[in-house]
């Protein structure tokens, strides 16, 4: 059962949440931990603070705080997929896919989970569930310059070029200054072109 806060708990959160959006993720932190100050077991100042240091790529103090929220609510979603995100960028493959799967259950269709998972599962070996799940997350939120590199990427691997190349220049439309994106699409016209000169040559 999630808890429940009086009115001055509930401002400092909306501030908080209001600084992550502004982009001041340290000042939302130093917010949330007067909170923690007064109530260790604040689960939502603990995902709150789990999200920001995760934003400043603090994934040593972001684990500990969404372990702590995990561990006072089990259906803290928004802790398993931070747990699940950190684990993907060490590529500790199951265990982010264990945390995302219950991030999953626990707050269903949404494109960023589903994003996260999807990539998880086809670095697994799981391809063909990595990839419905990331066509998934697309499909809800299909201008996600993210979620189009990441999927680009999987079909890049899979030397599917045109859905690989459509999927690039779609983020690119979406953000021209996307350098991921643009570092992708080259790299995509190389490795095809590789591929088709490669199979010329054994026709020959």
């Not at 982009?23 to 923690?36: F, P, R, S, T």
């Not at 603070?49 to 702590?68: G, I, P, Q, Y």
């Not at 990839?131 to 990427?153: F, I, K």
């Not at 350098?179 to 490795?191: F, K, P, T, V």
């Amino acid at each position: 059962m999630r808890q429940t806060y009086d009115e001055t708990t509930l401002l400092t959160l909306r501030q908080a949440e209001q600084m992550k959006l502004d982009g001041n993720y340290q000042q939302a932190v130093e917010l949330l931990e007067k909170l923690l100050v007064e109530n260790p077991d604040n689960i939502a100042a603990l995902e709150e603070t789990a999200d920001n240091e995760l934003s400043m790529e603090h994934f040593d103090r972001a684990v500990a705080a969404a372990k702590r929220a995990v561990a006072l609510d089990k259906e803290s979603y928004t802790g398993h997929y931070i747990l699940g995100f950190i684990a993907s960028h060490n590529e500790d493959w199951k265990v982010s896919i264990g945390e995302l799967k219950l991030a999953n259950k626990f707050k269903q269709n949404n494109p960023e989970i589903l994003r996260c998972l999807g990539w998880s599962l086809f670095n697994a070996g799981d391809k063909m569930t990595g990839v419905v799940t990331l066509e998934r997350a697309l499909n809800l939120d299909s201008n996600n310059p993210l979620t189009l590199c990441d999927l680009g990427v999987v079909y890049l691997r899979m030397r599917e070029f045109p859905k690989s190349k459509a999927l690039f220049q779609r983020a690119i439309d979406l953000d021209p200054d996307n350098l991921r994106a643009l570092d992708c699409l080259e790299m995509a016209g190389r490795i095809e072109k590789h591929a088709r000169v490669l199979t010329e040559a054994d026709i020959a």
